[in-house]
């Protein structure tokens, strides 16, 4: 059995220690196909993994990251050989199994989908489950019956991960996208991804009225609590928002008036456990539907070793865009 490198996590009694260590392939948790971890990302749920700023991890020591791009070693899984280069998003690595943030990893294979045609492994974890949850996000407002036609859609938290590649999937889409972020620097940044417009997260972050003026057909919320409720509130009628994220918190102080004077829906989107189907159909989406240019503008790489800085920088809200986290140049 192999020494390989990890972050890991442990607690003792005056909470958690993460340090950059070796880690015997011996102390793998169980599955059917071992990976070489060639890339991983960092989102903001590694980043409340990392600090502690929130119970993320449920099992120590843990290996966190909940993305990863490999290529399989070894597989008892029908569906995959070795050599097959896969993406995994979720399933509770790095929660409550021993995740990406390390050369290699163990899995079940029905947690993996092929890397799909086009896309290099690192632009996988540029998009990462950020950008698969943007995806999911789209699908569902299109599956809704909404369209570009039928008015603006509104993105929050539009300079993180999620937003980002929110803005670039919709306004590819040719959707009028309204961007709302606390970083007005970041105006040019969100323009150059397709953001037509640009207002202050503070015309949402407040407590709201349980109806507000009619101001978009759609929305993509990654921020929840208070922001959220005022996009129900200002949602045409008919029209409906995904909630993806939780940024300013898990509350939601909203009335019920948005859903039943103006027929509003609110769509929840998880990730973690989201059928395989509706996963293979984003990432062909992801292969297909996201600008590599605009992609590539949104994305910054760091080593291993930096993952643990990278973790406090993004809830802090220092991280613009992705960052892909370069484990094996092979």
Known sequence: MSIFRAVVIEKNDTGQTVTLKDFSEADLMEGDVTLRVTHSTVNYKDGLALTGKSPVVRRFPMIPGIDCAGVVEISSNPDFRAGDRVILN?????????????????????????????????????????????????????????KPTDGPVVVTGAAGGVGSVAIALLAKAGWHVIAST????????????????????????????????????????????????NVLSMTRYGGAVTACGLAQGMDLSASVAPFILRGVSLLGIDSVMCPKPRRVEAWARLATDLDRGKLAGITSTIRLEDTIAAGADILAGKVRGRLVVEIDRN
């Open 90 to 146: 979720g399933w509770g690595t790095g929660e409550t199994h021993l995740g990406a943030y390390a050369e290699k990893s163990r899995v079940k294979g029905d947690w993996l989908v092929p890397l799909p045609d086009g896309l290099t492994p690192a632009e996988a974890m540029a998009i990462g489950t950020a950008g698969y949850t943007a995806m999911l996000s789209v699908l569902a407002l299109e599956k809704h019956g909404l």
């Open 182 to 229: 606390g970083r007005a620097k970041e105006a040019d940044y969100l323009k150059s991804l397709g953001a037509t417009e640009i207002i202050d997260r503070n015309e949402l972050s407040g407590a709201g009225r349980p109806l507000g003026k009619e101001r978009w057909i759609a929305g993509v919320d990654c921020v929840g609590s208070h922001t959220l409720a």
